[in-house]
């Protein structure tokens, strides 16, 4: 776990880069809440950076379990429930390139 944390930090770091350098229409950070819920990422940093963000970059954080603070201050938030996923329902496996 200690060497998943500090990808994640890591990772976190060019995220913020990038948000703030200017250079993008949009950004997708992947299942971003998990770093939050796991405590590795402050949320406060994070709201902090989409803050600063350029007026007209697109985030879009997913993941489970977002903290109230990165709700409250999101444009748009949906909650998905799943009617049917191929590892319940078919014992399907994660497959390279779709869910990984």
Not at 7 to 25: H, T, Y
Not at 75 to 84: A, F, G, S
């Amino acid at each position: 776990m200690d060497q998943t944390k500090d990808l994640a930090v890591q990772q976190w770091q060019i995220c913020k880069d990038a948000i703030l350098s200017g250079e993008d229409d949009i950004i997708i950070l992947d299942e971003l809440t998990y770093i939050l819920t796991y405590g590795w990422v402050a949320v406060e940093e994070v709201v902090e950076v989409l803050r600063q963000r350029p007026a007209m970059l697109h985030v879009i954080i997913t993941g489970r379990d977002a903290p109230a603070e990165l709700i409250e201050y999101a444009d748009l938030v949906t909650e998905m429930q799943v009617i049917k996923h191929p590892y319940r329902d078919q014992g399907i496996k994660a497959q390279p390139g779709i869910e990984f």
